[in-house]
C-alpha cells in the first residue's frame, strides 16, 4: 500500500520455478462496503496470526499536485508524520512504539498512504492513531519549515549519485509531456513557492472519505472495529474533488531522435545507461505477452541481456529489463552501469537484442521458460495476507476489475510464442527510444562514436536540481 506505481506490475516474485497447481490457486478477495459518508472500507479478516495492519489510501498523488505547486503532495505526506490530535511527532512516536508497532505515511504518483502495524490487541488504537493521522495533523510551522529544509538538502544532493542522477533523468525523459514529469518534486527552487498554506488548502481538498479507502486486514473483531471506524471517520464529510492534471512539457528533457542525452560527471569511473521508450497502458489487453517478453529479455538471472552483456561480453555486473505501469502512462527500459569505455559497446548489444526481439526472433523454449519464472515466482510475492491486500489494492487504484488476483497465473499460462511475437511488434516502438548515460561525457562519447552513435548532449548536473 505504501507504493502504487507498478514497477514489473504483472508481478514476479525472484526466481521461484516449482510447478503451481494453476487450477486450485486462489487468492481470497476482501469484502467491501462503503460507510455513508462515502469512505470504502476493504476488509481482509483472518484469524491465523495475532496482527493487524491498518491503512488508509488517499487517491490523489504527486500527479495531482497543483499548477506552479510542485511538491505540495510530498510535503503533505511529510506533515502527516510530524504529529497530529495535538501531540508532537515524538509523542506519536512513543505511543507507536510503546505498542511495538510501527507507522507510516507517504507519498507516490497516484496517491498518499497512511498506516499502522501491529498486535491485533491493539487494533483500536492503532486505528486511533491513523485516524488522528488523517484527519488531525497538526501543520505546525516549525515542522513545516523543517521538512522544507530536509527535503531541499536531500534533493541537492541527487548530483552525488550518477544512479541517482540516471534515472532521475531518465524519467524526466520519458515522462515529458505527460501528468508525471514532475514528479516529486520538479526543481529545488519550487520549494521556495510552497508555503504551509498550500498545504493545508491540499489537505483540505483532498483529504476526504469520497476521495480515500481504508483497508483493516489481519485478525480483528469487524463488528466492533466498524464502530470504531464509524466514531472515528463517521462525521468526516467531503466527495472526491477536482484534481489537476497539469500535464509537463520540457523541452530541455525532450530527446531528439536517436539523440543520446548525457550527464557530464567528470573522473567517474563508471557509465550508468538507461534505455526505453513509451508502451501501451495498464489496460492493454496484450500485456501479460508483453511481459513474458520483458522476463526473457532481462528480468532474470539467465535472461537474454544477462547472458549476452553479462556472461559472454563481460561488460556489466548485471543488466535488468522492466515495466513499469502508472495509471495513465507506461514505459518500458533496460539499467545497467559498465565502464565509461565499454558504453558504446553495451549500448551496441542492448539495441540489438531489442532489435532482435521486434524481428521475431523469439524461441518457444524461451518463452515456457519465461512463463515458468513468472508462473512460479507470483505465489512469493503474494505468501502473506498483507502482501495480498496491498496487490488487491494496486488492482483496485488501477481498475483493473475484481479477477485482477487471480487471472495472472492463468493468462500467463496461456501466453504463446506468436502472442509475444505480436505483443512485442505492437509495443515496442524502437523509433521513440530513449537513451540516457550519466558519467564520464569524454569517456562516454569516444565510446559511442567508435561504436556509431553520433548524436549528443550534454546536461550539466545543475541544471538538473
Sequence with gaps: M??????LVLLSAS?????????????????VEKLPNGLTVAWYVDDKLPVVDIAMLVESGTRHDPAGKSGTVEMTARMLDRGAHGLSAQEVARRIESLGASGFASADEEGISIGMHGLSQDAETLLELVGWTVREPNFLPAEFKREKDLLGESWRH????????????FGKAILNGSVYERGTLDRV????????????????????????????????????????????????????????????????????????????????????????????????????????????????????????????????????????????????????????PNTGKLLEETVHQLRLLKAADVLKEEVDTSKEFLIGGYPLGVSTLGAIATRWLNGYVFQLGP????????????????????????????????????????????????????????????TLL
Design 158 to 169: 541527487l548530483g552525488d549519485s550518477a544512479e541517482s542522477v540516471s534515472g532521475y533523468l
Design 2 to 7: 505504501k507504493n502504487l506505481v507498478f514497477s
Design 189 to 340: 527552487a519550487d520549494l521556495s513557492k510552497l508555503g504551509l498554506a498550500d498545504v493545508k488548502s491540499f489537505h483540505r481538498a483532498h483529504f476526504v472519505p469520497g476521495n480515500a479507502i481504508l483497508m483493516i486486514v489481519g485478525r480483528v473483531d469487524r463488528a466492533e472495529m466498524k464502530k470504531k471506524i464509524e466514531a472515528l471517520f463517521g462525521s468526516w464529510k467531503g466527495s472526491a474533488p477536482k484534481k489537476a492534471k497539469v500535464a509537463v512539457t520540457n523541452p530541455k528533457f525532450a530527446a531528439k531522435k536517436d539523440e543520446i542525452l548525457i550527464v557530464d560527471m567528470p573522473g567517474l569511473p563508471q557509465a550508468q545507461i538507461r534505455i526505453g521508450f513509451p508502451t501501451p497502458g495498464i489496460h492493454w489487453p496484450k500485456r501479460h505477452a508483453l511481459a513474458v517478453a520483458n522476463a526473457l529479455l532481462g528480468e532474470y538471472f539467465n535472461s537474454r541481456l544477462n547472458l549476452i552483456v553479462r556472461d559472454r561480453l563481460g561488460l556489466a555486473y548485471g543488466i535488468q529489463s522492466s515495466l513499469t505501469y502508472f495509471k495513465d502512462r507506461a514505459f518500458f527500459s533496460v539499467a545497467s552501469a559498465t565502464a565509461a
Design 403 to 462: 479477477d485482477y488476483l487471480n487471472e495472472f497465473m492463468p493468462k500467463v499460462a496461456a501466453v504463446t510464442r506468436e502472442s509475444v511475437v505480436e505483443s512485442v511488434d505492437e509495443a515496442f516502438k524502437l523509433d521513440k527510444m530513449i537513451v540516457v548515460v550519466a558519467g564520464d561525457a569524454k569517456k562516454i562519447e569516444k565510446s559511442l562514436r567508435e561504436k556509431g552513435f553520433k548524436r549528443f548532449r550534454k546536461i550539466p548536473v545543475k
Design 15 to 31: 526466481g521461484a520455478h516449482a510447478a503451481v497447481d494453476l487450477a486450485s490457486f486462489r487468492l481470497p478477495l476482501p469484502e
